[in-house]
């Protein structure tokens, strides 16, 4: 368009059209620039709608990973792949994309164009080209090179803080601070050094473009301004020509950051597919003639583990027959969505569990359970108590296949664990860990946990089973007072006291209380426990302890030690006895003499 | 700007953009590389005559050679423009290098000052600021500011430097026509500061988002097991999946004001040039402009339009920068609480063992929580004294007191009959030396930290003899022995072989008095039959105090302490205490009947 103005002004000064040309080029911008920003929006819109799907599949492939999978792998690790690697992943299908196809659509567009105008002048005018071309390749790989020593060296002064702040206590009584200063001086002073070797080479990287740039219209003048001299060219082929060679400037420049982001793109691609296909192994693991698709689910629910089958002592059968189909691809309806009939104070049957000579060591450790088997029948109370390390926790994990047990070990009503689907098995347990998880939301959700028409309790009855309720009343906002970094902070027992209520919100038939009151003060304790006597009354309950107090009230104590059963009965038998038990109900007692002396 | 998705939200503030004082101190901060700074202002000037010089060129070459059909000429104009870019060249690398040169000193001399400041806080404020917290300052922070620097100081007066001299130009050329031009100035003004105000709040929101997202994303990591157990992981997705659309959203809505920001300007850009065309090709018909000028005129104007259209981005840059130079400043700003007197007592360097004295001493971490409340007892010079009592009594307090990591609320800690106070913190800490047998030990070689707070004074020998006398002879059968690294918190060291270590370390420091805090954690038995021997030689010939978790090792002891709510309860050598029968007897039994049988 420049062209034809100038040719226009050029050929006929006094009649050229020159409004209407000006009124071309601005309507030409406005649509070159509007479907350049129609595709920039389509282009970017679905790199971002990517991102979100490529974050969302990480997620629920990282929810289908059982405990061994979180001890591998850092919670760290885990969010540099949903944070960096996933941002890498849309540079390369936004940026990167974008970039690649302008930088061919620039160079097949513009040369064409200029060809058009004078081909002489074009092969001229890019005979710089290939030259340039290499040395941008070679700086970008140059500072590509150093970035990443920069950024290693970054890594290692972030290493060296963090040492020292968190060793800050020896750092004071070895009185180390010179030692700290000179080492950190050192990565310090190494880091400036890879920093500015950096900077040199980049110095001479970005002015590239104007050096570039420079050149062409040098050629330009020179070569076109001998052809305008000549009369083989008009002046306004030069401009335009001018004009077109500063539109391959950018993409021959960014040619080699481009291919670095695709290159970094396609890595990080790789590190997220470690991640969903490790969870898709994980799920088919699961999922041999466990995973269960949803439909069974809840008339399982009902049927074998609520209320059982009148007259029937035998496993729900359906379980069988049920197709095997990857959790990730399935969804796992929340099954307490079924209506559930009974209340929290009589579920109509209960349960019975069942170890039978299970023996289980986590990878690469001795063994943390030998040979364990004993009954807990429906409806009844065991305490599991023993020193730490004797396996009570083991035996709650694997009863809730946090942990896989071998086959033909675990039985809940006669039916191995193995064999009921996981989302059932799980949903009539009600599990409370030692470590009073509570996620940074209102108390209330965090009872509920979202299950707010599906509770056949209310979340405030289960918090006042639990002893809390009347604390969480004194909050500012009652159960709507949110917990955690931003919120306010519970105490250790307050938090085991809201995880428990959580679980009795659920009103499962089987609860297992891994050490839950080991930071619920004793005074609370007696209160909890015997309002947990009340409520679960007719519930299976297994109570992981090494508090002998909260032990002795249960209709039977099973003693561990080393991961074996080493005494059972029921506690007066169990101190007559002079054994283990007997010792530890010594030791407790000696503590709550130091403790009231 | 940085896309750190881990700062929390405290750290999202911007600042304003321009705050006299912070600038005043920002000054300070760059005093020492001034002459760099002057240098490189002084860079911009020549810059920007060489920039200007190319258009200029372009329009001699059309009118005076290319017109007028002069080869040669138009060859000498071509040689010209080469120097000019060449020049330009090299001049612009320099600029980019000097800039960076400055910003990165000013980044290690506060990374510095930050670091030497950390050390020289007191425990008090670690306790209250976690670690992570202060590695923001000490490496994100200071990148900040920086920032204000490259981005802020140079850029602006470079672009003005720029903007003027354009300006210049233009009206020198041709100053109707440069009025023309201008016209368009308030509109592309007013567009880059709207479109830009936008996208930063936009920003903004992304920013929120994306650290509720990852906030989440972490908590669920963390949470997996609740998840799990309580068969939440479609309600989980699905609140996911709506943080993670809400992020989408605003991602989306950032890029479309960014990318209209780029559009409208180009859009503009196109309209100057069509005023240009329309308005110059009239001047040319009158033959009151030349070609050339108009030519000169295009590339001019492109050049003041870029400056204008980023102002925004640097506006944004130095908000970020006040920001983070304020909680910088905020920091350097904070007065040690603990340090040396400003007269210490002399403190003749005494060989003789020390005496430690607690006067009436009180110490609360919190508020009136007190930990120890009128807390007296005395050790006599070459005394083994053994602190017992429950966790949580404050025994490991007293060390802590010992050495001032804390000071006392009311009463005195005196060392060698003068209070702590009054010693020069250096002495105070050679004098006393504690280990905390879980100990820290950096990154580094074994040798590097046995010699930890020596002066480089120790022999090869003094070495080897520590190791022997600490049993420690596993260092002999590693391959580099010495030499051989140790990992992040040596973590190729076993737990009982790194106990073995601090205590070597601790006779190679070779402390007057020695505090020996106990680990609670349990090796193996071999262990620790090693470390206890270990200790026993460690101890001879001087001043201890050894914080007993376990009472098997406080039987050696000349005087064991028993603390009990804050005050000595009970003291007397081990075989007295057991006969009294009192608070000390039934610990020991507590302790003694944990021991499996």
């Known amino acids: ?597 | 700007m940085p896309e750190s998705a881990y700062d929390p939200e405290a750290d999202e503030r911007l600042g304003r953009a321009f705050d006299r004082r912070l600038a005043a101190r920002l000054a300070e901060a760059a005093r020492p590389h001034r002459g760099l700074i002057a240098g490189s202002m002084l860079m911009f000037p020549v810059i920007a005559v060489a920039e200007l010089a190319q258009p200029w060129l372009l329009k001699i070459a059309i009118d005076d050679h290319i017109l007028k059909s002069e080869w040669l000429g138009l060859t000498w104009v071509a040689g010209l423009y080469v120097t000019v870019l060449v020049v330009l060249y090299v001049l612009r690398t320099v600029e980019a290098y000097l800039m960076q040169l400055t910003g990165q000193r000013v980044i290690h001399d506060l990374r510095e000052a930050i670091f030497d400041h950390l050390l020289r806080l007191e425990a008090r404020f670690y306790d209250r600021n976690p670690v992570g917290r202060l590695m923001t300052r000490v490496l994100h922070d200071v990148e900040a500011v920086s920032e204000a620097f490259t981005s802020g100081l140079f850029a602006v007066v470079a672009d003005v430097i720029t903007l003027v001299g354009v300006v210049a130009v233009m009206l020198w050329i041709d100053w109707r026509l440069a009025l023309v031009t201008f016209s368009i100035i308030p509109i592309l003004l007013l567009v880059a500061v709207y479109f830009r105000l936008n996208a930063r709040d936009a920003y903004r929101e992304v920013r929120r988002r994306l650290a509720r997202l990852n906030a989440f994303f972490q908590e669920s990591l963390q949470g997996m097991r609740v998840i799990q157990l309580f068969v939440r992981e479609r309600y989980e997705r699905e609140r996911f999946g709506r943080l993670n659309a809400d992020y989408r959203r605003a991602l989306f809505g950032s890029t479309v004001w960014e990318a209209s920001l780029y559009a409208a300007v180009e859009a503009l850009g196109s309209i100057a040039l069509a005023l240009l065309l329309w308005y110059g090709s009239g001047r040319i018909v009158a033959e009151s402009l030349t070609f050339g000028a108009l030519v000169a005129f295009i590339q001019y104007t492109n050049r003041f339009f870029l400056p204008i259209r980023d102002l925004g981005a640097k506006y944004t840059v130095m908000q970020w920068a006040m920001a983070s130079s304020e909680r910088i400043f905020g920091l350097l700003d904070r007065t040690p609480e603990i340090v040396s007197p400003s007269a210490p007592s002399p403190r003749p360097a005494r060989p003789a063992p020390a005496a430690l004295e607690f006067d009436s001493v009180w110490f609360a971490y919190e508020g009136d929580q007190w930990v120890l409340s009128d807390c007296s007892f005395s050790v006599m010079p070459g005394e083994r004294v053994a602190i017992v009592g429950a966790t949580g009594e404050g025994k490991t307090t007293c060390a802590r007191l010992l050495n001032r990591s804390y000071d006392v609320r009311r009463g005195r800690v005196l060392v060698d009959g003068v209070d702590v106070r009054e010693w020069d913190l250096t002495s105070l800490r050679r004098r006393i030396g504690i280990i905390v047998q879980d100990s820290v030990l950096f990154a580094g070689t074994i040798e590097e930290n046995l010699r930890l707070g020596t002066d480089g004074a120790v022999s090869a020998a003094d070495l080897s003899r520590a190791l022997e006398a600490a049993r420690a002879g596993f260092v002999a059968g590693l391959p580099k022995g010495l030499g051989e690294l140790l990992g992040e918190r040596g973590a190729n060291v076993s737990h009982g072989q790194r106990q073995l270590l601090a205590i070597a370390r601790a006779l190679v420091y070779n402390p007057a008095v020695l505090i020996l805090d106990e680990a609670m954690s349990s090796v193996d038995p071999e262990s620790e039959a090693l470390i206890r021997q270990a200790m026993a030689g460690l101890l001879a010939g001087r001043t201890s105090i050894t914080i007993a978790h376990r009472l098997s090792t406080v039987h050696a002891a000349d005087r064991i302490l028993v603390l009990h709510h804050g005050r000595i309860h009970e003291e007397g050598a081990h075989a007295d205490l057991v006969r009294r029968g009192g608070l000390y007897a039934r610990l020991y039994e507590l302790q003694t009947g944990a021991a499996p049988a």
């Open chain 1, 1 to 597: 368009m420049v062209k034809r103005t100038i040719d226009a002004l050029q050929a006929d000064p006094a009649t050229a059209p020159v409004g209407a040309y000006a009124a071309l080029i601005v309507l030409l911008a406005l649509v070159h620039g509007s479907s350049r920003l129609g595709s920039r929006f389509a282009i970017t819109g679905a790199s971002q709608k990517i991102e979100a799907d490529l974050r969302s599949d990480l997620y629920a492939a990282l929810q289908t990973f059982p405990p061994r999978f979180y001890g591998a792998h850092s919670t760290g690790d885990l969010m540099a792949r949903s944070t960096s690697d996933i941002t890498a992943v849309r540079s390369l299908l936004g940026f990167g994309a974008i970039s690649l196809v302008s930088t061919v659509f620039a160079f097949v567009g513009v040369l064409a164009a200029m060809l058009a105008v004078d081909p002489w002048l074009t092969l001229w005018a890019l005979a710089p080209y290939p030259a340039l071309l290499l040395l941008a390749r070679r700086f970008n790989l140059k500072v590509n090179d150093r970035a990443q020593a920069a950024q290693d060296q970054l890594s290692v002064l972030s290493e060296r803080v963090q040492e020292y702040l968190s060793g800050m206590a020896v750092v004071r009584a070895y009185t180390l601070e010179p030692r700290a200063r000179a080492d950190f001086g050192r990565a310090n002073a190494e880091y400036l050094r890879l920093s500015l070797a950096l900077a040199r080479t980049e110095a001479g990287f970005s002015p590239l473009m104007g050096l570039i740039a420079g050149v062409g219209t040098l050629v330009v003048i020179w070569a076109g301004g001998r052809a305008v001299v000549d009369g083989r060219l008009s002046l306004g082929a030069l401009v335009a020509f001018n004009g077109y060679l500063a539109y391959l400037t950018w993409p021959t420049v960014a040619l080699g950051w481009t291919l670095s982001i695709v290159r970094r793109g396609l890595t990080s691609m790789t590190r997220l597919e470690e991640i969903t296909g490790a969870a898709a192994v994980e799920a088919g693991a699961v999922a041999t003639g466990l995973v269960v698709a949803g439909a069974v689910r809840p008339a399982l629910t009902e049927g074998g583990l609520r209320e059982g089958r009148p007259g029937s002592d035998t496993p729900v059968p359906s379980v069988a027959v049920t197709p095997v189909v990857p959790a990730v691809d399935t969804p796992v309806p929340f099954v307490a969505v079924a209506p559930r009939p009974s209340t929290a104070s009589t579920p109509s049957r209960a349960p019975g569990l069942r170890f039978s000579h299970l023996t289980f060591a986590y990878e690469g450790r001795a063994p943390a359970l030998h040979d364990v088997s004993f009954e807990v029948a429906p409806g009844e109370t065991v305490a599991l108590v023993g020193p730490t390390g004797s396996g009570k926790s083991t035996l709650g994990l694997l009863l809730a296949r946090l942990w896989e047990p071998p086959a033909g070990t675990v039985f809940i009503d006669g039916r191995d664990v193995k064999e009921i689907p996981l989302a059932s098995l799980r949903a009539g347990l009600g599990f409370v860990p030692q470590e009073g998880f509570l996620f940074s939301r209102s108390i209330a959700e965090n009872i509920s946990l979202g299950r707010d028409d599906a509770l056949s309790v209310r979340v405030r009855d289960a918090a006042d089973v639990a002893g809390i309720a009347e604390e969480i009343d004194r909050f500012p906002a009652g159960f709507d007072s949110v917990v955690g970094e931003r919120g306010l902070t519970l105490s250790g027992g307050q938090r085991q006291r809201v995880t428990l209520a959580r679980a009795l919100a659920g009103a499962p038939p089987i609860l297992v209380l891994d050490d839950a009151f080991a930071s619920v003060d004793a005074a609370k304790e007696e209160e909890v426990a015997a309002n947990l006597r009340r409520a679960v009354s007719g519930r299976t309950v297994l109570l992981m302890t090494h508090r002998l107090r909260a032990a002795c009230t249960a209709d039977r104590i099973i003693v561990l030690d080393a991961g074996r059963v080493v005494e059972s009965g029921r506690h007066e038998a169990l101190v007559r006895r002079g054994g283990l038990y007997a010792r530890l109900w010594r030791i407790q007692q000696l503590e709550e003499e130091i403790a009231r002396a």
